[in-house]
């Protein structure tokens, strides 16, 4: 083997920046995989898997939860549709007291349907 300048051979120099690259390599395959987990650790913070694992470990507290969740809701509809048909009201008491004609007629054949019906009479 030829020696170089510095004495070295130029064999061993060969594989000395083989395992350089090597090295480099292995480097850059680790930091990616550094950066994969660290993205994974966050997305996971994000998704509050943790909350999650929590709730299945305490089935009590999941119950206790679904419960309050579910009375919030069911309240909310009640407030909601009263709130609703009270305005629906409202606009008809307007409606009947501006006597229109046409509303008028039409409220009254229902008023007439529905007396024919109570009587038991067909039309």
Excluded: C
Excluded at 5 to 16: L, W
């Amino acid at each position: 083997m030829k020696k170089n300048d510095n004495g070295r051979n130029k064999g061993n120099e060969a594989s000395v920046s083989g395992h350089e690259h090597e090295h480099e390599g292995i480097e850059r395959s680790l930091n990616r995989v550094q950066e994969m987990l660290n993205k994974i650790a966050i997305d996971m913070e994000k998704s509050q898997i943790a909350d999650y694992v929590d709730l299945v470990h305490h089935p009590f507290k999941l119950i206790w939860r679904n419960v309050l969740a579910g009375t919030a809701r069911g309240v909310g509809i009640a407030i909601g549709f009263t709130f609703f048909a009270a305005t629906i009201l409202y606009v008809l008491q307007i409606l009947g007291a501006l006597n229109l004609p046409i509303i008028g007629d039409y409220i009254a054949d229902i008023v007439r349907i529905v007396q024919i019906q109570l009587e038991g009479k067909t039309y």
